[in-house]
Structure formats: C-alpha cells, structure tokens
C-alpha cells in the first residue's frame, strides 16, 4: 500500500506563486509515475500535470493545457517527494489539489491510471 500526504496548499493572491509537496510512503516506488489533479466546488476532477518514472531517455512531464507554462512538476525519489510549483496563479486555479501515484511508469493524465491518493490540501487564490 502507498500512502500520499499533500501539503503546501493555502490562499494567495492572483498572480502569485505557492508550492505543492506529496509525501510518498509505505510501497511507494520511484519506477512508477505520480501526477497532480484538482477538483474545483462543482466541477469534474481536472489533470494538472504528471511526471513520468525515470527511464533511459530521463523523465516525461505532462501538463494540462491550463496550466502549461505556469506550473511545474517535479520529483525527488531520494525523498519520496513529488512537488507542483505554480506561478501567476489565477482565482480559476482555485480548487483541492490530490496527489495520485500510479502503478504505470508513464506520466498519464487519466485519473484511472493512479492507484492511490491523497486527501487533498485547498488552494484558494483570490482576485
């Protein structure tokens, strides 16, 4: 079993930045992808980004058309840590952002490919 813990959520202001971390823990391993959705009051669950296990060619990230360009995605496998940094955030950014490990190596922006994932942490960006 894989337990994930998301921290860093929290309120700021249109155009700021903040920084997501998930914790990965009991059988989380490094050859399997992780990625970021979010779910906003009302709305369907959304892929954010996902990066991908490391692999010959090194690793694959993917982006949700929203956020490309202002958000990154990242990993640290000697800490077990995935981290989402967003900049120029907008009040449509708004939402409770999940951290989802998959059982696949590849960075996939369907919520069915991740097995296990966190609880959530509310990021509200206002104008």
């Known amino acids: 079993q894989v337990q994930l813990v998301e921290s860093g959520g929290g309120g700021v202001q249109a155009g700021g930045s903040l920084r997501l971390s998930c914790a990965a823990s009991g059988r989380a391993r490094s050859s399997s992808a992780m990625g970021w959705f979010r779910q906003a009051a009302g709305k369907e669950r959304e892929f954010v980004a996902a990066?991908?296990?490391?692999?010959?060619?090194?690793?694959?990230?993917r982006y949700g058309d929203s956020v490309r360009g202002r958000f990154s995605i990242s990993r640290d496998n000697a800490k077990s840590t995935m981290f989402l940094q967003m900049n120029s955030l907008k009040p449509e950014d708004t939402a409770v952002y999940y951290c989802?490990?998959?059982?696949?190596?590849?960075?996939?922006?369907?919520?069915?490919?991740?097995?296990?994932w966190g609880q959530g942490t509310q990021v509200t960006v206002s104008s």
């Open positions: 989802a490990g998959s059982t696949r190596n590849s960075a996939s922006y369907d919520a069915t490919d991740y097995a296990y």
């Open positions: 990066v991908s296990a490391v692999s010959w060619s090194g690793r694959i990230t």
